[in-house]
């Protein structure tokens, strides 16, 4: 029980996410690639179906589309509501676009699989649609913990005036791939905690513009 706690702490910072309240409203855990039916896709690209470890989820959120997108895109913020993000900087200029880079680091925790160690993560945005979906991919590395690559994928859909974000993420790596239903838990917990503290930030900010 322990691990799998320490999973999702690592799950969290490893994605850069902190936990509120407000879950998203559905996720489902994908350990072996499943179908590509309902895989999340930006501009005809998915994530690595290949992978061992992959997981999707999605929310519905009470803003405005631009409102959530401009949360999501400024990563120089994230450091702001995602506490265990402890640095985020562009590495280029300029609105977010295919080809634009950006690197963050985070501290993870002591796990099963690796010491407690701070995360650098270089992330490269391989497609990109305006206020539709978001592609990036990169490696993880710090001392003692490496993802060789991972490949996170993110849809936007404007719904009845609310907001629909799918996401998906794989990961590859020896280290891992040691356990993989650890690391998908990792993974999962992570991806949820994201969804929720976008949801709480863009609908706080909604409500503060209507005052």
Same mark, same amino acid.
């Given at each position: 029980?322990? /691990?799998?706690?320490? *999973?999702?702490?690592?799950?969290?910072?490893?994605?850069?996410?902190?936990?509120?309240?407000?879950?998203? *409203?559905?996720?489902?855990?994908?350990?072996?690639? @499943?179908?590509?039916?309902?895989?999340?896709?930006?501009?005809?690209?998915? +994530?690595?179906? *290949?992978?061992? &470890?992959?997981?999707?989820?999605?929310?519905? &959120?009470?803003?405005?589309?631009?409102? +959530?997108?401009? =949360?999501?895109?400024? %990563?120089?913020?994230? #450091?702001?509501? !995602?506490? #265990?993000?402890?640095?985020?900087?562009?590495?280029?200029?300029?609105?977010?676009?295919?080809?634009?880079?950006?690197?963050?680091?985070? *501290? %993870? #925790?002591? $796990?099963?699989? /690796?010491?407690?160690? $701070?995360? +650098?993560? $270089?992330?490269?945005?391989?497609?990109? !649609?305006? !206020?539709?979906?978001?592609?990036?991919?990169?490696?993880? &590395?710090?001392?003692?913990?490496? &993802?060789?690559?991972?490949?996170?994928?993110?849809?936007?859909?404007? =719904? /009845? @005036?609310? +907001?629909?974000?799918?996401?998906?993420?794989?990961?590859?790596?020896?280290?891992?791939?040691?356990?993989?239903?650890?690391?998908?838990?990792?993974? @999962?917990?992570?991806?949820?905690?994201?969804?929720?503290?976008?949801? $709480?930030?863009?609908?706080?900010?909604?409500?503060?513009?209507?005052?």
């Amino acid at each position: 029980m322990k /691990n799998r706690m320490v *999973a999702v702490a690592m799950a969290v910072v490893v994605s850069g996410l902190v936990g509120t309240t407000g879950a998203p *409203a559905r996720a489902e855990a994908r350990r072996d690639g @499943g179908s590509d039916r309902a895989t999340v896709r930006c501009a005809g690209k998915t +994530v690595d179906t *290949a992978a061992k &470890i992959r997981y999707r989820t999605e929310t519905t &959120i009470e803003a405005p589309l631009r409102t +959530v997108w401009k =949360i999501q895109t400024d %990563v120089e913020r994230w #450091p702001s509501w !995602q506490k #265990p993000v402890l640095s985020s900087k562009r590495l280029d200029r300029g609105p977010l676009r295919s080809g634009s880079s950006f690197r963050w680091t985070t *501290a %993870v #925790p002591e $796990t099963a699989l /690796n010491p407690a160690t $701070t995360l +650098v993560v $270089t992330s490269t945005v391989r497609q990109l !649609q305006h !206020q539709e979906c978001l592609r990036w991919e990169g490696p993880a &590395i710090g001392a003692g913990l490496r &993802i060789d690559q991972g490949v996170h994928v993110w849809t936007f859909a404007e =719904i /009845n @005036g609310r +907001v629909l974000v799918r996401t998906e993420e794989t990961w590859r790596g020896e280290q891992v791939e040691r356990d993989v239903g650890f690391s998908t838990e990792a993974l @999962g917990g992570g991806l949820e905690t994201w969804l929720t503290e976008l949801k $709480t930030l863009a609908e706080r900010e909604c409500d503060r513009d209507r005052r």
